[in-house]
């Protein structure tokens, strides 16, 4: 701990500059992202020697962006316990600038695929170096934890929200030049990290005695050295490391969390495309009916309103309820969220709807807005765990803070595979079966989970048994 246990803490200059950049961050990855998805589509308009993009490439692109986050994750996060959270944080940044740059540069499918490499590279820094600062700095702090947590997960989804709402038109008036421009916006991410946030107080006491060792040891360069000791002491690292993900409750938590972002990834990566289009396999569908753009985006401003609702109030939470019990109600009322949605879907609105029929779905959409308010909840949990797990590993926080990076991405990934197959089975339909299978598989770990959390210890203790 870096104090004493108390009742209620504020955020301080730095901890709120890490949220700010943390937004902003993902800001720039969201634009990032969307805009390339305009630029393979037009590529040949740029680049008269380029061929056609097919969709099989988005996605092996798409994939690109999520291996480099996966593999790298475990390597920034042990870096970030070694030199420092806020040190590794800036580098975030630097990678992400680096990739735009290039990209606005080339036309070069393989070139184009390094710069997917370098963008998940940027996340793999940041994000458990972020989450290691988080968790070190609401130390002593119950409702301080569940704030920031609940924080980061909105400054998360409101960033990339943002981007994929400006990377139309901003690509539309810039071309690829706008690719340059995204990489101001790293760079004031970097200059938030840089000027305004300090070390966390334990951070720079870890610091200091790493340093104080390096001088008894010779050596005047400690970070040289730090970086020294990682490369010749590797099995040892990866031990240690291997030690650290298999913990007990780390592998309890992993397979909720995967099927949690599994089902936000199916329907993040299916949902656009299936609103926009008819399809006459499935004339009973109402949700295929095909939405104007001026619906969709209603529609989806409606839902980040409701999930957002659902980050803040549960993440205000932390100190009433426990992690395990906020996640068990979001993952029931995902559940019930796509039930419900089924009904929707198969709304009859015309003059020969019945009252009862009317009132059915009135109903099936009350229960969606609040299983998506619940689910939402689950996302700064499960963060919250995490940073509960890495109480017992105080020097490890950046580690283990990196898994939610690795989760997210396998979760990504695998919601993004099935989502295409349920969606190609059932259309719509399929969408709201897989979404409840993979949320229900979520409950055979959590049921272990919940029996074993009462051996953690939050930031003041022992975690509420709400």
């Known amino acids: 701990m870096i104090g004493p246990p108390l009742p209620y803490r504020t955020m301080d200059r730095s901890l709120k500059a890490v949220l700010i950049g943390t937004f902003t961050l993902r800001f720039s990855t969201g634009l990032t992202g969307a805009m390339l998805t305009s630029y393979l589509a037009k590529l040949p308009l740029y680049h008269p020697d380029a061929a056609p993009v097919s969709a099989i490439t988005v996605g092996v692109f798409a994939a690109t962006f999520y291996v480099g986050e996966l593999v790298l994750s475990p390597v920034f996060g042990i870096l970030s316990d070694r030199l420092g959270h806020h040190r590794v944080m800036l580098w975030g940044p630097v990678f992400g600038a680096a990739a735009v740059v290039l990209t606005a540069l080339t036309g070069n499918l393989v070139l184009l695929g390094v710069t997917r490499f370098l963008g998940g590279s940027s ?156 399809d006459p396999r499935f004339p009973d569908q109402w949700l295929l009916q095909g939405f104007s753009a001026n619906q969709i985006t209603v529609g989806a401003l409606v839902i980040a309103v409701i999930f957002g609702a659902g980050i803040f109030w549960w993440g205000n939470r932390f100190d009433q309820y426990r992690r395990t019990t906020i996640i068990l109600v979001g993952v029931v009322g995902g559940i019930a969220l796509a039930g419900a949605g089924v009904v929707v879907n198969h709304a009859a609105f015309g003059a020969s709807s019945s009252a009862i029929q009317a009132g059915l779905v009135g109903l099936s959409v009350v229960v969606v807005a609040g299983g998506l308010f619940v689910l939402a909840g689950a996302t700064p949990a499960a963060v919250g765990l995490l940073a509960d797990v890495s109480e017992q590993f105080p020097a490890d926080r950046g580690a283990i803070m990196g898994l939610y990076s690795v989760f997210l991405g396998v979760g990504q990934i695998v919601g993004a595979l099935l989502g295409g197959i349920a969606a190609e089975w059932r259309g719509m339909d399929g969408l709201m079966v897989g979404t409840a299978a993979i949320l229900a598989l979520a409950l055979l770990p959590l049921r272990q989970l919940r029996r074993t959390e009462h051996y953690l210890d939050g930031p003041s203790g022992p975690v509420a048994l709400g």
């Open 123 to 278: 996340t793999a820094a940041s994000i458990p170096s972020i989450l290691g600062y988080i968790a070190i700095a609401t130390a002593g702090s119950e409702a301080l934890r569940g704030r920031a947590a609940s924080r980061f997960e909105a400054a998360t989804l409101a960033g990339i929200g943002a981007g994929f709402i400006v990377a139309p038109k901003l690509f539309e008036a810039l071309g690829p030049q706008a690719f340059l421009f995204n990489a101001l916006f790293y760079g004031g991410s970097f200059a938030i990290y840089f000027f305004g946030v300090k070390d966390a107080a334990a951070e720079a006491d870890n610091r200091s005695a790493g340093e104080a060792k390096a001088k008894r040891d010779g050596d005047g360069e400690p970070i040289g050295e730090v970086v020294g000791e990682v490369v010749a002491h590797e099995a040892t690292t990866l031990r240690r490391y291997f030690e650290l993900v298999t913990h007990a409750h780390v592998w309890l938590l992993a397979p909720t969390w995967i099927a949690v972002n599994a089902a936000i990834g199916l329907w993040f990566s299916q949902s656009l495309f299936q609103f926009q289009r008819s």
